[in-house]
């Protein structure tokens, strides 16, 4: 729907409607660009329509891999999300080139990808034997419609009734061109003090094809543990350069806190107590699954379980189809405290936050039972998912009063390698390698 019509009627009454009236009026305009300018200049994994659920975003290889492909490669990247609204809306999808801090790239569509510019998500099916009725739609791209061409940063966006400024949510994913070669280490941090808390990862990166002419400014290094954005490294330089090999030997600036295994809850059937489930309760609106209270675990000893670091899986035990069988359901999280822990936000994170801190999984404290608290509403599977505690008026969150840190928890990391190529006036993603702790 274009704007042009509203923006002349404004134009219109500036000059005949009474005192007052015009100023409401582009005041309540100026609002609608403010709204819809947030929405379209976003470049991160987020959620718009609160009827929009259950966003999955993963190589087409396996549900557990990140959302990147290689250039050119068998793999597409596979999209599922749902939509809880009563009618059927036309899903609508495009894609923007980024650049390797996340922000839109100068190239056009025309720059990095074949076909049309935007498509029409047709796959789409009504969910089946579930309380909550909604719409399961489903995309895999590259596709015979829109092919994309450069390697890099994108986001996915999914709009409806054609109406592009009516953003449903936004989603990355990456893909790569398989030129540069990563070597890695990951051990206890040589900080003597925090040797049993903190891992540091050591890498060497030959540049192989890659041909930069000065790789200190051309090449850029991120690091992520556990897919997490809020505590990714960037901007990291190397400590030394030999020919095309780049060495990554840092103490500080390549550390990360050990963390602690994702805590988990089995919410597969509504039948039965799984795990970690105090109670199942069916109520008017649903049913109500009652976790067993979580424990601080931020003085205990490290104890291994074999987790999937912060993702989820939907299913279900009881039905066939998981996507379209499975039940929305209200999971209910505790965390007893002995007192508040200050001036500050708990938050519910991992794959079900889409890796943010929302306002959305932040938890309230109950004075009533000394425990933050939150009621989220979930699809049927299985989640991981941990407490982050954010201190007021300080960037960034982490685990020292809820999960603990341990230099033995199993992590697994993400390195991506670009390329801010100075021909091609954009930044290619060249290498990346995703490891685990356990396995160097």
Not at 16 to 27: C, I, L, N, Q
């Given at each position: 729907?274009?704007?042009?019509?509203?923006?002349?009627?404004?134009?219109?009454?500036?000059?005949?409607?009474?005192?007052?009236?015009?100023?409401?009026?582009?005041?309540?305009?100026?609002?609608?660009?403010?709204?819809?300018?947030?929405?379209?200049?976003?470049?991160t994994t987020?959620?718009?329509?609160?009827?929009?659920?259950?966003?999955?975003?993963?190589?087409?290889?396996?549900?557990?891999?990140?959302?990147?492909?290689?250039?050119?490669?068998?793999e597409?990247?596979?999209?599922?999300?749902?939509d809880?609204?009563?009618?059927?809306?036309?899903?609508?999808?495009?894609?923007?080139h980024c650049?390797?801090?996340?922000?839109?790239?100068?190239?056009?569509?025309?720059?990095?990808?074949?076909?049309?510019?935007?498509?029409?998500?047709?796959?789409?099916?009504?969910?089946?034997?579930?309380?909550?009725?909604?719409?399961?739609?489903?995309?895999?791209?590259?596709?015979?419609?829109?092919?994309?061409?450069?390697?890099?940063?994108?986001?996915v966006?999914?709009?409806?009734?054609?109406?592009?400024?009516?953003?449903?949510?936004?989603?990355?994913?990456m893909?790569?061109e398989?030129?540069?070669?990563?070597?890695?280490?990951v051990?206890?941090?040589?900080?003597?003090?925090?040797?049993?808390?903190?891992?540091?990862?050591?890498?060497?990166?030959?540049?192989?094809?890659?041909?930069?002419?000065?790789?200190?400014?051309?090449?850029?290094?991120?690091v992520?543990?556990?897919?997490?954005?809020?505590?990714?490294?960037r901007?990291?330089?190397?400590?030394?350069?030999?020919?095309?090999?780049?060495?990554?030997?840092?103490?500080?600036?390549?550390?990360?806190?050990?963390?602690?295994?994702?805590?988990?809850?089995?919410?597969?059937s509504?039948?039965?107590?799984?795990?970690?489930?105090?109670?199942?309760?069916?109520?008017?609106?649903?049913?109500?699954?009652?976790?067993?209270?979580?424990?601080?675990?931020?003085?205990?000893?490290?104890?291994?379980?074999?987790?999937?670091?912060?993702?989820f899986?939907?299913?279900n035990?009881?039905?066939?189809?998981?996507?379209?069988?499975?039940?929305?359901?209200?999971?209910?999280?505790?965390?007893?405290?002995?007192?508040m822990?200050?001036?500050?936000n708990?938050?519910?994170?991992?794959?079900?936050?889409?890796?943010?801190?929302?306002?959305?999984?932040?938890?309230?404290y109950?004075?009533?039972?000394n425990?933050?608290e939150?009621?989220?509403?979930?699809?049927?599977?299985?989640?991981?998912?941990?407490?982050?505690?954010?201190?007021?008026?300080?960037?960034g969150?982490?685990?020292?009063?809820?999960?603990?840190?341990?230099?033995?928890?199993?992590?697994?990391?993400l390195?991506?390698?670009?390329?801010?190529?100075?021909?091609a006036?954009?930044?290619?993603?060249?290498?990346?390698?995703?490891?685990?702790?356990?396995?160097?």
């Open positions: 729907m274009s704007i042009y019509p509203t923006a002349a009627l404004l134009i219109f009454l500036s000059c005949t409607a009474p005192y007052g009236v015009a100023e409401v009026d582009a005041g309540a305009a100026e609002a609608e660009h403010a709204y819809y300018e947030d929405r379209v200049t976003d470049y987020r959620i718009f329509d609160p009827e929009i659920k259950t966003l999955i975003l993963h190589s087409s290889a396996s549900e557990l891999e990140p959302p990147i492909i290689q250039l050119n490669g068998s597409q990247i596979i999209l599922r999300f749902d809880l609204s009563e009618d059927i809306r036309e899903m609508h999808y495009a894609f923007e650049t390797h801090d996340w922000k839109k790239s100068d190239l056009n569509p025309m720059d990095y990808s074949t076909g049309f510019n935007s498509d029409i998500i047709n796959d789409y099916e009504l969910s089946f034997n579930t309380l909550t009725n909604f719409t399961n739609y489903y995309l895999a791209f590259p596709n015979d419609r829109i092919d994309l061409t450069r390697s890099g940063n994108y986001i966006k999914v709009y409806a009734d054609g109406d592009e400024r009516d953003l449903m949510f936004t989603a990355r994913f893909i790569a398989p030129l540069a070669f990563i070597d890695h280490t051990k206890p941090s040589r900080v003597v003090s925090e040797r049993n808390q903190r891992q540091e990862v050591g890498l060497t990166v030959n540049l192989g094809g890659v041909n930069s002419n000065n790789p200190y400014s051309e090449i850029e290094l991120v992520m543990q556990n897919f997490r954005e809020d505590n990714a490294v901007g990291v330089k190397p400590s030394f350069i030999k020919g095309n090999v780049l060495t990554y030997d840092y103490g500080r600036e390549l550390t990360f806190d050990g963390v602690n295994e994702f805590r988990f809850t089995d919410a597969k509504v039948r039965y107590r799984s795990a970690q489930v105090k109670d199942v309760v069916l109520e008017n609106d649903g049913y109500h699954i009652i976790l067993t209270p979580d424990k601080s675990r931020a003085f205990r000893k490290y104890s291994f379980n074999n987790d999937i670091n912060g993702r899986l939907i299913k035990d009881d039905m066939d189809d998981a996507h379209l069988e499975s039940d929305y359901v209200f999971i209910h999280f505790s965390m007893p405290v002995d007192a822990f200050g001036s500050g708990m938050y519910l994170f991992g794959q079900l936050s889409n890796w943010n801190l929302s306002k959305d999984t932040r938890m309230d109950n004075p009533e039972t425990a933050y939150k009621k989220l509403m979930l699809k049927q599977g299985y989640y991981n998912y941990m407490y982050l505690w954010e201190y007021a008026n300080t960037p969150a982490n685990t020292n009063m809820t999960e603990g840190n341990h230099a033995d928890t199993e992590n697994e990391y390195v991506l390698v670009y390329f801010k190529d100075p021909g006036f954009a930044d290619r993603l060249v290498g990346f390698k995703k490891f685990s702790t356990f396995k160097n």
